[in-house]
């Protein structure tokens, strides 16, 4: 799979499931525990496993931006 479409694959998987831990964050107090309980906990363990994958895909990037910011000069 090529990076760029991955990158996007999974920043659109990252939207929604960050939507919907907020949606059901926010309506927690309306929804039954039990249903809060699936609806909520499970995209938490998804956005972690997300974020995983979006760091990965994205490893080139930030190590070249890490090795181009120092911000302390050699000797």
Do not use: Q, W
């Not at 090529?2 to 107090?29: H, P, Q, S, W, Y």
């Not at 979006?54 to 120092?70: C, P, V």
Request: glycine share 2%; hydrophobic share 45%; proline share 4%.
């Amino acid at each position: 799979m090529d990076t760029n479409k991955g990158n996007r694959i999974i920043n659109i998987l990252l939207c929604f499931d960050l939507l919907i831990l907020v949606i059901t964050a926010l309506i927690n107090e309306i929804i039954p525990k039990e249903m809060f309980e699936t609806v909520h906990v499970i995209p938490g363990f998804l956005l972690v496993v997300l974020v995983l994958f979006h760091l990965r895909l994205n490893r080139k990037s930030l190590k070249k931006s890490n090795e181009s910011s120092d911000t302390y000069p050699s000797k």
